[in-house]
């Protein structure tokens, strides 16, 4: 009986949903174009989860994972032109990535804030002048091209449907974890040094390390979005590891709500649609999209995921009782101040 | 035995001495009370001992094992528990996640990143038992941040019982208490075993001084008088620096 009313609770509806029509999705868009701006989105997504990993759950807000999505870009791309498999490639693509992800939180670590955020931005854009710069290694400005995507199984990748589903299991595994990791007791760690750094420390954790450790799963993550962005252009230049790079993800998690699952999901399909779609009838399209970045920062300074909610559970208390709750409709106040001192976020 | 013990401790920020030299012998079991007027070094002790700040010179020892160099976290893993000045807490969670996460703080299973936090049944059991402890088990499913600031400071005090510790160091407990939610807090304190070691930092001195066996003026980051309740209350200098005439 619980099983049944579990699998007919409104959220796993909403889930199994979702993940029916992302399934079903090219046969009714059956339109190459569209299927690709989907899988650019699922992989933005992945990459906008794995930055979430430190600006949502650990509070760490980087300016430069940029460099590790083109790290595993770049790594698997050059080890592919030299002859190497797939595996080969893509396996050590992840490794490099993950060890770049650790020097990143060993630089970096030693600030939280403004510091943090100015060392992975100074990280970001020494790795952007290794690309464009150091031309022997790396083809400068021209890039270095993929020639096939891999046969998995022996699947075909190279068309869009196929690459789509690709994107999708992938992105999937990737929700999949996160979800696991940040119901966790790691996950329930990471955001208590979010939210308390010095009280975490005297409860016996260990804040550097707890954070060293998100700093991997979110380079290991960007990392898997960065190889299929290669396989995606099948090829990749400096301009993927360039600070615009950083400050769209960025923008995808701020946009859509951080410290959430969907958030990211939901910025990285705005910014995707907004970059392929919009910019096909607006000339200024970026123009559009910083303005809706400051309506989404003035009305929903949470987010849109967040910001949705609240207005939903606002609106339905309305319809219910017939006048507003007293919080709504303005963001999230912060935690009552009563009767003096404290230090509660 | 001594539980904590501290010798000859200096701090300064630049040329200010906030702890200029401090020895302190806590007894285990001991219920010490540590006064002194605002800017006496009270709290920077506090941080100093619990490791939130380094020394200068001088060395603390947990029952006779040294912990000067020691990190924060190791001294919470010795048996080390404090409660702050300031209150902090994790205001979006609920007052029972508050307490797991102290729990969780001194177990293996923190670095789990496999299993459902929430769905610790002896975490959650024991995050319940230790809120029963402070009068708050009614309330363990409401989010901290729909709590008055009188049950916010028990949640402190759970957390820090919560923990099992063996030297429990509690900066002004009292502080912002009405005089009911004071003499509950001071019931609470009471009852507390005698196998924990309390340090307390407190200006309140009609409840204090009921929890002293011994007290420690401290005046310009020195000990200027020490010893029983009734001698420190009755030397001349903890009424010219601190009780006044």
Redesign the interface.
Known sequence: MSAVSGLLAPRTAAIAMAVLLLLVLPLWVGNAYYVNIASQILFFAVFALALNVLVGYGGLTSLGHAGLFAMAGYTAALLLARGHGHLVADTAALLVTVATAAVYAVLSLRATGIGFLMITLAIGQILWGIAYRWASLTNGDNGVNVSSRPMPFGLDLSGADGFYYLCLVVFLACVGSMAVVVRSPFGASLRGTRDQERRMAALGYDVWLIRFWAFLLSGFWSGVAGLLFLYYNQFISPQVVALTTSAEALLMVIAGGTATLLGPIVGAALVVIMKNVVSAYIVRWNMVLGIIFILIVSFMPEGLVPGSARLWAWARHRLRHGKPKPAAPGPVAAPPASGGKEGVR | MIALEVRALKKSFGGLYVTRRVDLAVEEGERRLIIGPNGAGKTTLFNLV?G?ITPDSGSIALFGRDITRK???TR??LGM??T?????????DTLR?NV???L????P??????????G?RDLAEQAEAALARVGLAHLAGRP??ET???E?RRVEIA?ALA?KPRVLLLDEPF??LSIDERQDVHRLLMAVPRDVTMVMIEHNMDVALEFAERITLLHFGEVIVEGTRAEVVAHPRTREVYLGH
Do not use: C, K
Request: no cysteine; charged share 15%.
């Open positions: 619990t939130e990190p924060v976290r919470a893993h528990a404090r702050y000045q300031i209150i902090t807490l994790f205001g979006r996640h797991m996460l102290a969780l703080g001194l177990s299973r923190r670095w789990n990143p496999l299993i459902d936090f929430a610790q901290l941040a008055s600031y009188g916010r957390m923990q502080a912002g």
